[in-house]
């Protein structure tokens, strides 16, 4: 199995900060990875996809980057609407999501 | 707009079967993979498995094969994800999600299954 890896796995930060979550793969999986959003309550909410294509209708302030097994999904400037738990995707073989990462109002 | 709606919650006993459904619409329900996912309470997502819709052909996760069953109705638009005998482990929300490319581009609103004695 590949294990998918986030870090942090809670982040504290405010309105207009620059965040970054860091996603790392047991094994290579080319670019095949995806970022997913998701609030309490709701299903998950595709971002990213394919390591680093946006997502139709997701603000441009997120994006992603990344190949083999480290990546990074970025939120170039916090919004209100931002605060949520974000995960990560490998598809390359079968597939496997990252534990999450919770971000956080400071 | 591409929607995925899926049955309402269930309470169940241990022991009893469930089958829960997912019906897409807008869309060439064929032409897309259905993914499933759990979420064990507080917990992040799961990937369970998938099934062609136009075949009904599966591929699951190994640590799900042979507790759940993945099929399809192509004639309504709809998949469905079945246990024969529930665990309170299996307690958890579940979605479905149209497989584009093998990621999830649109997801549904989430089962609830809750199973308890």
């Known amino acids: 199995d590949i294990q998918m890896t986030q870090s942090p796995s809670t982040l504290s930060a405010s309105v207009g900060d620059r965040v970054t979550i860091t996603c790392r793969a047991s094994?290579?999986?080319?670019?095949?990875l995806a970022w997913y959003q998701q609030k309490p309550g709701k299903a998950p909410k595709l971002l990213v996809f394919?390591?680093?294509s946006l997502e139709n209708g997701v603000p441009s302030r997120f994006s992603g980057s990344g190949s083999g097994t480290e990546f990074t999904l970025t939120i170039s400037s916090l919004q209100p609407d931002d605060f949520a738990t974000y995960y990560c995707?490998?598809?390359?073989?079968?597939?496997?999501f990252g534990q999450g990462t919770k971000l956080e109002i400071k | 707009e591409v929607q995925l709606v899926q049955s309402g919650a269930e309470v169940k006993k241990p022991g009893e079967s469930l089958r829960i459904s997912c019906k897409g619409s807008e869309y060439s329900f064929t032409s897309y993979w259905i993914t499933w996912v759990r979420q064990m309470p507080g917990k992040g997502l799961e990937w369970m498995g998938k099934i062609d819709p136009s075949d009904s052909y599966t591929n699951y996760n190994p640590s799900f094969q042979g507790h759940v069953t993945f099929s399809a109705d192509k004639s309504i638009s709809t998949a469905y994800l079945q246990w024969s005998s529930l665990k309170a482990s299996d307690t958890a929300m579940y979605y479905c999600?149209?497989?584009?490319?093998?990621?999830?581009?649109?997801w549904g609103q989430g089962t609830l299954v809750t199973v308890s004695s």
């Open positions: 995707q490998q598809y390359n073989r079968y597939s496997t």
């Open positions: 394919k390591a680093s």
């Open positions: 094994e290579s999986v080319s670019n095949w």
């Open positions: 999600a149209r497989s584009s490319s093998n990621h999830e581009d649109y």
